[in-house]
């Protein structure tokens, strides 16, 4: 069974850093994408960034690249978002998530809340 388990959130003023994590087990994820996503309230889920687990090569959304960083430790299973001058508008419920590269299996954590103060 997978799970992917986040932690990390809180609250944080607004310049500030946050490190999430996203314990994954369950199976091995050498063919997949780690993601983050994130909701914030009466919007959709968007996505924020991606790691390959197979080569560490990553993506981001236009409105987080240069501030967050998506990376993998093999090691312990798990996926970090750096998030660093956070501002009011990156507030949300952060999600993991592991996406197989083929496109056939999607895992989602639980979600953690981060909230940026002004």
């Known amino acids: 069974q997978v799970q992917l388990v986040e932690s990390g959130g809180g609250l944080v003023q607004a310049g500030g850093s946050l490190r999430l994590s996203c314990a994954a087990s369950?199976?091995?994820?050498?063919?997949?994408?780690m993601g983050w996503s994130r909701q914030a309230p009466g919007k959709k889920r968007e996505f924020v960034g991606s790691v390959r687990w197979s080569d560490g090569s990553t993506d981001y959304a236009g409105s987080v690249k240069g501030r967050f960083t998506v990376s993998r430790d093999n090691a312990k299973n798990t996926v970090y978002l750096q998030m660093n001058d956070l501002k009011p508008e990156d507030t949300a419920v952060y999600y993991c998530?592991?996406?197989?590269?083929?496109?056939?299996?999607?895992?989602w954590g639980q979600g953690t809340q981060v909230t940026v103060s002004s």
């Open positions: 998530s592991a996406r197989s590269v083929a496109g056939l299996y999607v895992y």
């Open positions: 369950g199976r091995t994820f050498s063919d997949y994408f």
